[in-house]
């Protein structure tokens, strides 16, 4: 499985690294992913899913089954 968000589909992102003297290197920005458990009502079960640190602020407000609906996901599968 990649280093990407289920919901969010957030990625590494590429970078330079800047010294002081101004000389850049590449370097790769991560994505802060955990692995969470979240309950899903519909479902009446507990789905383990790989996500962001923003994903799971984001769910407090819209909710799993909202999100996995945008992301285009099946939760059954998970």
Same mark, same amino acid.
């Given at each position: ?5 289920? #919901? !969010?589909? /957030? /990625? ?17 920005? $991560?994505?802060? =992913?955990?692995?969470?458990? +979240?309950?899903w ?5 507990? +789905?383990? =899913?790989?996500?962001? !640190?923003?994903a %799971? /602020?984001? #769910?407090? !407000? /819209? ?6 609906? $945008?992301?285009? %996901? ?5």
């Amino acid at each position: 499985m990649s280093r990407q968000c289920q #919901l !969010t589909g /957030k /990625k590494a992102n590429n970078a330079f690294a800047v010294s002081h003297s101004h000389r850049r290197t590449k370097k790769l920005q $991560e994505v802060n =992913l955990q692995w969470k458990r +979240v309950w899903w009502p519909q479902g009446n079960r507990w +789905v383990r =899913l790989r996500l962001s !640190t923003k994903a %799971i /602020k984001t #769910l407090g !407000t /819209k909710g799993l089954h909202a999100m996995a609906k $945008e992301a285009g %996901i099946d939760l059954n599968r998970y």
